[in-house]
């Protein structure tokens, strides 16, 4: 049974760029949720996807977008990177009710640096 | 504004001995919490979680006891072993915000042989 994958697994980036991230679900989840780990800290959740729609978003700018595929895939897409996005970026896949209970899986996450 | 809060930064342990990581919430609205587990260079693993109906659930070596009214919980695990170290990191989840895990900053435990 295949968990959640991540592509890629590393990314060097200069300040201005655009990086594009990728996801795909475990198995038989239709959700796909983002986040972005700074060094020491918890992960903090960017956005959601569920239906092909963006369900929930965290506190972060239009920089940030996503996209979900009609096979549930998803990917991120960060416009004009700052040395600040620098982070381990999470994804995380769930049975997409969203409502009580739900567990969200994670991936291995993709890890950027901007110079 | 933290309202998830891991306190310990670290934690050393014994083999053979318990370990407890603790965790401590603000928001009231929470009410799904759960315990992960994460390796370097990998994505957090689950490992158990618990509803706000309840206080306590166990899935073998480990248990999460939660004690709503101090808006804490507490992860034990018995007995620990050289494989259980890691950073463990507290989630919850909330009827305001239901889509989305906040969590806290992580607990860095190593268990010693």
């Known amino acids: 049974d295949a968990g959640v994958t991540q592509s890629p697994t590393h990314l060097i980036k200069t300040r201005g760029q655009q990086v594009t991230l990728r996801c795909s679900p475990k198995s038989g989840h239709d959700t796909v949720s983002w986040y972005q780990q700074a060094l020491g800290q918890g992960p903090q959740f960017i956005f959601q996807y569920y239906e092909e729609e963006e369900r929930q978003r965290g506190n972060f700018p239009d920089r940030f977008s996503g996209h979900q595929f009609p096979n549930y895939s998803s990917e991120l897409n960060v416009n004009a990177l700052l040395l600040g996005d620098s982070a381990l970026y999470l994804c995380?896949?769930?049975?997409?009710?969203?409502?009580?209970?739900?567990?969200?899986?994670f991936g291995p996450g993709t890890r950027l640096l901007v110079l | 504004d933290q309202q998830v809060k891991q306190n310990s930064p670290s934690l050393s342990v014994q083999e053979g001995r318990i370990s407890i990581l603790n965790c401590d919430y603000t928001n009231s609205m929470f009410d799904y919490f759960l315990w992960y587990k994460k390796y370097p260079a990998e994505g957090p693993t689950f490992l158990i979680s618990?509803?706000?109906?309840?206080d306590k659930n166990e899935d073998g070596r480990f248990t999460v006891f939660l004690n709503k009214s101090a808006k804490h919980l507490s992860l034990h695990i018995v007995p620990s072993q050289p494989g259980d170290s890691a950073v463990y990191f507290c989630?919850?989840?909330?009827?305001?915000?239901?889509?989305?895990?906040?969590f806290g900053s992580g607990t860095r435990l190593l268990v010693r042989p």
């Open positions: 989630a919850a989840k909330g009827m305001d915000s239901s889509y989305k895990l906040i």
């Open positions: 618990i509803s706000s109906i309840k």
């Open positions: 995380a896949s769930s049975l997409g009710s969203g409502g009580w209970g739900e567990t969200q899986y």
